[in-house]
């Protein structure tokens, strides 16, 4: 993570900032550890929707640290949500926490596994910190500054042209037929479409980071949560990426559906061509 120069000493929400990338890296540490062990596993909303003790073991170490530090905030978090708690975006300073994003990556000892941060304020996103825990790669991005991979600084692709574009998606936790159907047409229409490849890694916000590094150019999915894509918006973002609704329009974090790319013709034209699954928002639950 570079020193910010923009906004300097004066940044409000720097000592936020430094104490996620202090809880991610700690996080991170103890999923690596832990990856090769024996696992609890249970399911949430579907059969493919995992959550072992290792989710709910960092989620608590992350909230609990965050509250005494700072007390008056507030948070959304994935565990927490799934146990009852409302998914509310309001003004205040809120965390958006996902505390191991690729649980199914993690229950199968896949090492593709995130800790994934985010802090809005007044309902705009402020920071991400994402941290890939078994390459130990710390992506960052600072609203106004810039996002980083350790200390090197993040650009999108600038690729325009769909047939020169390489794709990333996820499957999202629903499996019945219907739903199966148009996940494969979609994937379908865009190899149609001449697409290089499309790739599907178990991990929403690493595949968002692996964008934001210029490694892929562009992400589609419905049936990811605010805490899969909080941290990794910011830092699409500030390495020059767009991050839209499926519709075209703005994105609505809590609306469980995204297209991000390094350009925007990229995401208008899978925005064009991809069609909808339906899933419920994230604050309606
Ligand atoms: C999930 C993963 C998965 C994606 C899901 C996410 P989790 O997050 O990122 O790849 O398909 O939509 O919710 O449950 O591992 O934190």
Same mark, same amino acid.
């Given at each position: 993570?570079?020193?910010?120069?923009?906004?300097? !000493?004066?940044?409000?929400?720097?000592?936020?900032?430094?104490?996620?990338?202090?809880?991610?890296?700690?996080?991170?540490?103890?999923?690596?550890?832990?990856?090769?062990?024996?696992?609890?596993?249970?399911?949430?909303?579907?059969? &493919?929707?995992?959550?072992? /003790?290792?989710?709910?073991?960092?989620?608590?170490?992350?909230?609990?640290?965050?509250?005494?530090?700072?007390?008056?905030?507030?948070?959304?978090?994935?565990?927490?949500?799934?146990?009852?708690?409302?998914?509310?975006?309001?003004?205040?300073?809120?965390?958006?926490?996902?505390?191991?994003? $690729?649980?199914?990556?993690?229950?199968?000892?896949?090492?593709?596994?995130?800790?994934?941060?985010?802090?809005?304020?007044?309902?705009?996103?402020?920071? $991400?910190?994402?941290?890939?825990?078994?390459?130990?790669?710390?992506?960052?991005?600072?609203?106004?500054?810039?996002?980083?991979?350790?200390?090197?600084?993040?650009?999108? #692709?600038?690729?325009?042209?769909?047939?020169?574009?390489?794709?990333?998606?996820?499957?999202?936790?629903?499996?019945?037929?219907?739903?199966?159907?148009? @996940?494969?047409?979609?994937?379908?229409?865009?190899?149609? &479409?001449?697409?290089?490849?499309?790739?599907?890694?178990?991990?929403?916000?690493?595949?968002?980071?692996?964008? &934001?590094?210029?490694?892929?150019? !562009?992400?589609?999915? @419905?049936?990811?949560?605010?805490?899969?894509? &909080?941290?990794?918006?910011?830092?699409?973002?500030?390495?020059?990426?767009?991050?839209?609704?499926?519709?075209?329009?703005?994105?609505?974090?809590? #609306?469980?559906?995204?297209? !991000? !790319?390094?350009?925007?013709?990229?995401?208008?034209?899978?925005?064009? /061509?991809?069609?909808?699954?339906?899933?419920?928002?994230?604050?309606?639950?």
């Amino acid at each position: 993570m570079k020193p910010s120069k923009a906004v300097g !000493a004066a940044d409000p929400w720097k000592e936020c900032l430094e104490a996620a990338v202090e809880l991610a890296r700690k996080a991170g540490k103890i999923i690596k550890n832990a990856l090769t062990e024996e696992k609890k596993v249970s399911t949430k909303t579907s059969a &493919a929707d995992l959550v072992t /003790e290792m989710d709910h073991f960092v989620e608590n170490l992350i909230v609990s640290t965050l509250k005494e530090k700072f007390p008056s905030h507030k948070f959304i978090a994935e565990e927490a949500t799934a146990a009852g708690s409302k998914c509310i975006l309001s003004d205040s300073p809120t965390w958006i926490i996902d505390p191991v994003d $690729g649980t199914c990556n993690f229950v199968h000892r896949f090492p593709t596994v995130a800790v994934s941060i985010g802090f809005a304020v007044n309902k705009e996103l402020e920071f $991400g910190v994402v941290y890939h825990c078994t390459e130990e790669r710390l992506y960052t991005g600072r609203r106004g500054q810039g996002a980083y991979c350790n200390d090197k600084r993040l650009q999108v #692709s600038k690729v325009t042209d769909i047939s020169k574009a390489l794709i990333l998606t996820e499957i999202g936790p629903k499996r019945d037929p219907d739903t199966l159907k148009v @996940f494969l047409s979609n994937i379908e229409r865009l190899l149609g &479409a001449q697409a290089h490849g499309v790739r599907v890694i178990g991990s929403a916000t690493l595949a968002l980071c692996h964008l &934001a590094s210029g490694a892929a150019d !562009a992400y589609y999915q @419905f049936g990811l949560h605010c805490w899969d894509l &909080a941290a990794a918006t910011v830092i699409i973002r500030e390495a020059g990426g767009v991050v839209i609704d499926t519709s075209g329009g703005p994105l609505d974090l809590m #609306s469980c559906r995204v297209i !991000a !790319a390094g350009t925007q013709e990229i995401a208008t034209f899978i925005a064009q /061509e991809i069609q909808t699954i339906h899933y419920s928002r994230d604050d309606e639950n």
